[in-house]
């Protein structure tokens, strides 16, 4: 017995443990996707297929709203999730390549904080700060709200990314008379791009999803897309959230399956 | 070393320290154009830093480093018109090969076409012309090792410098390697710098070796020199396999001393300047240099009984402890065995060998 192979689902309640909870995790996800095809008004009841509450979303009485809030969250991801990963490339080039500087480890904790404090937290600093600086509240501290805590997001595999490139590349390419910049943008960059896609792609995600910062920073009258899912279901939830959720759900998978084949792809091996 | 007027590599009082610790100390050589240069030692012995410092990755805390009579220790890597082949080849591995190999000629000017023409042909030098389409992760090893040599060599650098390009291969292909690598110094006509720490790869290949340790060279000579003549102890132990002796020396006559080696054995080598009577010093045999008999053959013979016969493929290696005294191995090559009895396990046996081939040594 002893000498046999260690095995884990030879351990007690294994099996059950794990059913628990994958229907905990995906339970919520299955109902609201299935229930969003529901042909019936009601939450509960199910009375056939139908794609009738993708079609309110587009085109019923909160569709307007949906629309405004939709277009802003995808131009403040994209325009958070663009700029927040250069200067997340910006920062990891100097962690990993800039040699052991001072203040190294204290930076990299100052970069990956963010990700430990407590998302209210970040929120109420956040709106303090506009305030207290006298920033009028609308779709631009939203995005700079954004591009900030986004930040960690994008650093992350960007960094990981770096530190499996061995820097005899670069070398090579300095040895191969190639100027710093070449070095850099000839092959430092074509091997970083998979660090530096996933990172963007989860930024953008972060981004997109994002409710409480967004709705504690937010001018009045200006929505995001889960400020605006928020505001309403507070009047009801209707099957019409459901749909939007569940194509919120389908761009998350979507990006979170691209970042993760990007990052596997390694160019190096 | 066809042209040994002209001096490629001129290495002046390099010293390189970091903070407390000296890499290398004060090392002064000069390496002629067109030879294959290797500088030989363990690992730590500051010739990699050597090597990086020519190259240009370690900038030289003290001293100059010549390249054709120009200085070059303050140039940054792209402006010395050196190339190296690195230890892991450092292929770009989102490149394809033609690509990879032309990078240094685009880097100096030429145009996308002419690059990958002269790549071309470089490969063609290597015969990998069929590969030329590949990214490298699609190469063996050897094949990878042949690519980073197009491409350091593709811009007809004037010094090539090479980091234990072959520590990665296995034997047989590193055999191989070995010889391609001396046929293309010598059909290009290049200065190769060689570093390793494979005694045996640098025997085979080399013009001249500095052999180096702990920050400091230690000989610098023909592979002929080293192995022969080994100045010191450390070099003796380095190169090849030798049988090393403490003795005291009794009498020191015409370069020749006469030593104890314990158990009332004595025996005459070939000393070194500086060696006085009574002192205790290391003595070096080469095992290729002894054979057994049954009776005293050779005007040095020691006594002594077979411990140990071990075949070793090529070679039989005998272990003969001489009666109260140090302990010899003895190699006999098999083709040899006509000549040179193999005695069995346990018998007495005389230890033969010419007058000189032991030589005392300085620590």
């Known amino acids: 017995m002893a000498s046999k192979k260690f095995d884990i689902q030879a351990f007690p309640g294994f099996k059950p443990i794990t059913l628990l909870c994958l229907i905990v995790l995906y339970a919520p996800l299955v109902i609201v996707t299935v229930y969003s095809f529901n042909a019936s008004a009601s939450l509960t009841n199910w009375e056939g297929i139908s794609l009738r509450w993708y079609a309110d979303v587009f085109s019923g009485p909160e569709s307007e709203k949906f629309k405004i809030a939709a277009r802003n969250s995808f131009i403040i991801a994209i325009i958070a999730a663009t700029t927040s990963t250069a200067i997340a490339t910006l920062a990891a080039t100097a962690m990993v390549r800039g040699g052991a500087f001072k203040l190294r480890t204290v930076s990299f904790g100052l970069i990956s ?155 190096t091996k | 070393m066809s042209d040994t007027s002209q001096i490629a590599i001129d290495v002046r009082d390099a010293v390189k320290r970091y903070g407390d610790f000296t890499a290398l100390k004060r090392i002064s050589l000069s390496i002629m154009d067109n030879e294959f240069f290797t500088l030989l030692g363990p690992s730590g012995c500051g010739k990699t830093t050597l090597l990086r410092m020519i190259a240009g990755f370690e900038d030289v805390t003290e001293g100059a480093i010549f390249l054709y009579g120009d200085e070059i220790e303050n140039l940054p890597p792209n402006k010395r018109p050196v190339n190296t082949v690195f230890q892991n080849y450092a292929l770009f591995p989102h490149m394809t090969i033609l690509d990879n190999v032309g990078f240094g000629l685009e880097m100096r000017g030429a145009s996308k076409s002419e690059a990958r023409r002269k790549a071309g042909e470089m490969l063609e030098l290597v015969q990998l012309s069929q590969f030329s ?153 080469r095992p ?62 005389f230890v033969n060998m010419e007058l000189g081939a032991a030589r005392l040594l300085v620590d």
Not at chain 2, 320 to 338: A, C, E, H, K
């Open chain 1, 113 to 267: 904080m963010p990700l430990m404090v407590p998302e209210i937290v970040t929120a109420v600093a956040t709106l303090i700060f506009f305030n207290a600086i006298g920033f009028d509240r609308g779709l631009l501290t939203i995005l700079l709200a954004h591009i900030a805590f986004c930040i960690p997001f994008a650093y992350l595999p960007i960094q990981a990314r770096m530190q499996g490139i061995e820097d005899t590349y670069e070398q090579a390419a300095l040895d191969l008379y190639a100027t710093k910049r070449q070095a850099f943008t000839k092959i430092l960059m074509p091997l970083m791009m998979p660090g530096i896609i996933s990172g963007f792609l989860l930024a953008f995600i972060v981004s997109l999803d994002d409710f409480i910062i967004t709705n504690f920073v937010k001018g009045a009258g200006v929505e995001t897309l889960p400020t605006a899912i928020f505001g309403s279901v507070k009047q009801g939830i209707k099957p019409n959230i459901m749909a939007i959720s569940t194509m919120l759900l389908g761009v998350s998978v979507v990006m979170v399956t691209l970042s993760y084949l990007v990052s596997k792809s390694d160019k």
């Open chain 2, 288 to 349: 290729e240099r002894l054979f057994t008999s049954d009776a005293p053959v050779e005007a040095e013979s020691l006594k002594g009984k077979v411990v140990e016969n071990v075949f070793i493929g090529t070679d039989i290696s005998t272990i003969v402890n001489l009666d109260d005294g140090p302990q010899f191995t003895i190699r006999t090559s098999n083709s040899d065995r006509g000549n040179k009895r193999i005695f069995d396990q346990g018998a007495e046996v």
């Open chain 2, 133 to 285: 389409a590949r990214k490298p992760s699609q190469l063996s090893g050897g094949q990878q090792q042949r690519v980073a040599l197009a491409r350091a060599l593709a811009p007809k650098p004037k010094v090539l410098l090479l980091d234990e390009p072959l520590s990665a291969l296995d034997l047989k292909l590193r055999k191989a390697m070995q010889l391609e690598l001396k046929h293309l110094q010598r059909e290009t006509g290049i200065t190769f710098i060689f570093v390793t720490h494979d005694q045996e790869e640098a025997l085979t290949m080399s013009d001249r070796i500095a052999v180096m340790s702990a920050g400091e060279m230690q000989q610098l000579g023909t592979p002929n020199d080293i192995y022969e003549r080994p100045h010191n102890k450390f070099v003796a132990d380095f190169i090849g396999e030798t049988n090393l002796l403490e003795v005291s020396v009794d009498a020191v006559h015409e370069g020749r001393a006469t030593c104890h080696l314990g158990g009332g054995h004595e025996l005459t080598c070939n000393a070194v300047t500086g060696i006085g009577v009574g002192s205790k010093v290391h003595m070096s045999v």
